[in-house]
């Protein structure tokens, strides 16, 4: 009898282990890959990946954006002579992980990022894990927008980042009344209130496998980045009066501001 209940308990503690390690295994997936891993700079040699081609965008257009930013009766908002575009979110969100991802490659055919670093959202929180890039600290230069980000949470949910300034929250109070994140304001003209797709797109994918389906227009992580992409640089260009002509006057721009309109 002594020698059934040992071998139950070492039948228990080994299903035990076996669990934990599935588990382990599982929560962390989205979070290897050989181009970085969560904190990790990330090179410009991997920022240059996420320069989609214009005739994958012509392919694309608003790809499985379901989502898209909605229109507001405003006058351009500017700081100095350049639009504005301003951000807010938080590491540990999920839905502003899948939107970083359209957003980074809108804003890079207008300008360029440095100190980007990459995230992955919460481990516990819903779409655990997707892999993502995060704006706290990062820069960004344009001669045609500026890009105002604001992290707010960290991953863990513990550690505040930053804090929107008045400006910013007035912003918010008047165009996103509950707070919701992401927030996403294109110079006044248009605002992306929540995620634009739904994240469960990248699970199971890291960094580099996203990128590298980028181009392949039959994919789904290129309907839904390239998509996002594709409808913010149409918002964008809206702001930036049409500029520059090397990114603004492709077809699919000219067609999702019709539909955006």
Aim: proline share 5%; charged share 10%; hydrophobic share 40%.
């Amino acid at each position: 009898m002594e020698k059934k209940i040992l071998y139950l308990a070492v039948f228990v503690v080994i299903i035990a282990v076996a669990a934990l390690a599935y588990t382990s295994f599982f929560s962390q997936k989205s979070t290897s890959g050989l181009d970085g891993q969560v904190g990790a700079q990330v090179s410009q040699s991997f920022l240059s990946k996420m320069n989609v081609p214009s005739s994958v965008s012509n392919k694309i257009g608003a790809g499985a954006v379901s989502n898209p930013p909605f229109k507001i009766n405003s006058s351009v908002l500017y700081n100095g002579t350049k639009p504005m575009v301003v951000y807010i979110g938080a590491d540990y969100c999920p839905y502003c992980a899948i939107t970083r991802w359209g957003l980074i490659v809108a804003l890079q055919r207008f300008g360029n990022f440095s100190n980007i670093k990459y995230m992955a959202s919460n481990a516990t929180d819903v779409y655990p894990n997707t892999p993502t890039f995060t704006f706290y600290n990062s820069t960004y230069q344009s001669n045609y927008v500026q890009f105002q980000a604001v992290e707010t949470v960290a991953r863990n949910e513990q550690q505040a980042l930053q804090t929107p300034t008045s400006f910013q929250n007035l912003l918010i109070s008047t165009y996103d009344p509950k707070g919701g994140i992401p927030f996403v304001d294109f110079a006044n003209l248009s605002i992306q209130d929540g995620a634009p797709a739904t994240p469960q797109v990248l699970d199971g994918y890291n960094w580099s496998e996203i990128a590298s389906n980028l181009t392949n227009v039959n994919s789904s992580m290129s309907q839904t980045i390239v998509g996002m992409a594709d409808v913010y640089t149409a918002e964008i260009c809206r702001a930036t009066n049409m500029t520059p002509q090397s990114v603004c006057s492709q077809p699919y721009v000219a067609k999702l501001l019709k539909t955006l309109a």
